[in-house]
């Protein structure tokens, strides 16, 4: 009986782990780039913006945009085809937060490929709003 018990404790904990990995990585199919002198130099050799996104784990905010903004197939499509996408966070990364002024977060900013500001979004973006403004 105790095998029983804990075997089913076992596959629960299997498939709750394989569950929240999925959910966690919605976001992930986009390719974000963590670098942004990195990201500068990607969107000079391809002719592309930059869409930089100022995060941070304790943002609940952020995280929302994770788990509904980013993973819209819509939102992604437009993302993935016209820029060149970077996510910093503000907390283990405070240079470029700082270099831009990204104090409230989520801020999103549009760069031109040298790093020149061109459009700043500021704070919690529904997909539908944030493609009017991309």
Do not use: H
């Amino acid at each position: 009986m105790v095998i029983i018990v804990a075997t089913l404790l076992v596959v629960g904990l299997v498939i709750s782990n394989s569950t929240n990995k999925e959910t966690e990585n919605n976001s992930d199919t986009l390719k974000w780039n963590d670098n942004l002198d990195q990201a500068i130099q990607e969107a000079k050799a391809t002719n592309k913006t930059i869409f930089v996104d100022f995060y941070a784990d304790w943002c609940t905010y952020c995280d929302e945009m994770d788990k509904n903004t980013f993973t819209s197939p819509e939102v992604q499509e437009k993302l993935s085809q016209d820029y060149v996408l970077v996510k910093i966070d503000v907390d283990k990364n405070p240079g470029p937060s700082s270099k831009y002024q990204a104090y409230s977060l989520p801020t999103m900013l549009i760069l031109d490929s040298n790093g020149n500001e061109i459009k700043r979004i500021v704070g919690y973006q529904s997909s539908e709003k944030l493609l009017s403004q991309i």
